[in-house]
């Protein structure tokens, strides 16, 4: 709960100053008009716009000439601030009552502290509420979403004991691990026009519980290679999954070689 936390108090925050930058200005944006008296109203007809000034209930509208602009310009202009005071005023009623009811849930405990902070010796004795993380990780952990090929013989093996493609995928695959990132390497996905393709990741924001996927493009000083990645990330996005919503990707060539700092970046934007 920390992360929404933060983005509530976040939002609380920018709530507050747009409250007060709107009673700041809020004379300047509605200023008064003293010169001419009343109220304007218009009425029209099939033959034309009538001007009426109203100076009060005992007495009668004042018919105006629309060649007076002299007096239409600046009752128009009252009537206008009046409508915008009006609406700012509201504005800042519901930012109020935001800023309030955001007050009080950040001061409320999270349904999934619960189990959390539950005394360790009872734990075992206790089935988690249905919305706790780890076992909606864990089932998501469980799920068969199919893989690309039967098996990987190559020499690169992750801390979970994954054999994987690359030492970068290792390194991904490990920091993704250390964190308790919940992920799936190299399962099937379905696009759009009905073709398979295989994400290097498959992975699980457990907070959010959205899905995401992972491509590492590691030969990119390879004209070929980089056409096949372009033409990769395009397909994602004609099946919704988007790169810098939903897809995450890390780059890598012969001169630039992928980061760990780039790595926990990419983590803490998207899947803690």
């Given at each position: 709960?920390?992360?929404e936390k933060k983005k509530l108090s976040e939002l609380a925050a920018e709530l507050g100053r747009q409250l007060a930058s709107l009673k700041k200005n809020r004379e300047k944006l509605v200023p008064v008009h003293h010169e001419v008296q ?113 098996g990987i013989h190559s020499k690169y093996v992750t801390q979970r004991c994954d054999r994987v493609r690359s030492k970068s995928e290792v390194i991904i695959a490990d920091r993704l691990y250390s964190k308790g990132i919940p992920y799936h ?88």
């Amino acid at each position: 709960m920390d992360l929404e936390k933060k983005k509530l108090s976040e939002l609380a925050a920018e709530l507050g100053r747009q409250l007060a930058s709107l009673k700041k200005n809020r004379e300047k944006l509605v200023p008064v008009h003293h010169e001419v008296q009343g109220s304007l109203v218009i009425r029209n007809s099939k033959k034309c716009t009538e001007y009426l000034i109203y100076k009060g209930k005992d007495n009668p509208p004042e018919y105006i000439s629309r060649t007076r602009t002299d007096i239409i310009a600046p009752l128009a202009q009252k009537r206008y601030d009046e409508k915008l005071r009006g609406v700012i005023g509201k504005r800042i009623k519901a930012l109020g009552e935001c800023i309030d009811v955001l007050e009080r849930f950040l001061k409320l405990e999270d349904v999934t502290d619960v189990y959390s902070s539950f005394p360790a010796e009872l734990k075992e004795y206790v089935e988690p509420y249905e919305g706790n993380d780890e076992k909606f990780a864990k089932r998501w952990q469980s799920i068969d979403f199919g893989k690309w090929s039967s098996g990987i013989h190559s020499k690169y093996v992750t801390q979970r004991c994954d054999r994987v493609r690359s030492k970068s995928e290792v390194i991904i695959a490990d920091r993704l691990y250390s964190k308790g990132i919940p992920y799936h390497y190299e399962t099937l996905f379905v696009c759009s026009d009905g073709s398979m393709t295989s994400p290097d990741f498959r992975i699980l924001n457990k907070r959010t519980r959205k899905q995401y996927f992972w491509e590492h493009f590691g030969m990119m000083d390879d004209p070929e290679y980089c056409f096949h990645a372009i033409e990769k990330i395009e397909k994602y996005a004609d099946s919704d999954v988007v790169l810098g919503e939903n897809l995450i990707v890390s780059f890598e060539s012969s001169l630039k070689h992928l980061s760990t700092e780039y790595i926990d970046t990419m983590i803490r934007e998207y899947l803690e």
